[in-house]
């Protein structure tokens, strides 16, 4: 029995930023990136950014209320983004308890 298979991968297009230990959640077909270290100098963003593959493009959201990175994020409703603990402000930063919730269809982040 192999384990291997044939993969189509297609390089698609680029992120509008380099970054990391950010959260990623889907939501009606698209890819939400919120928060995480900006390349190459481990800045804290507050940055979402929405991928569509069915376009092939990303689109600015409404910011995160606050500078996070090494955060959760789960779905409900299928429009809510809920963000869950991290790191707050620039690296290292300062781990939180805080729960955030991104509004998909307002386009919202609230604390």
């Not at 390089?11 to 939400?32: D, H, I, K």
């Not at 900006?38 to 950014?49: G, I, S």
């Not at 090494?70 to 299928?78: E, F």
Request: glycine content about 8%.
């Amino acid at each position: 029995m192999s384990l291997s298979r044939d993969v189509d991968f297609r390089t698609l297009s680029a992120a509008p930023v380099a970054r990391f230990e950010s959260a990623v959640a889907t939501v009606g077909g698209q890819m939400y990136v919120i928060g995480g270290h900006m390349e190459p100098d481990l800045v804290a963003t507050d940055a979402c950014h929405a991928f569509s593959p069915s376009q092939n493009t990303w689109r600015e959201c409404a910011p995160a209320p606050k500078e996070i990175s090494h955060l959760t994020a789960s779905v409900s409703d299928d429009r809510f983004i809920w963000l869950v603990g991290g790191y707050v402000g620039q690296h290292p930063g300062v781990g939180t308890e805080a729960t955030f919730r991104y509004d998909t269809v307002d386009d919202l982040s609230l604390i």
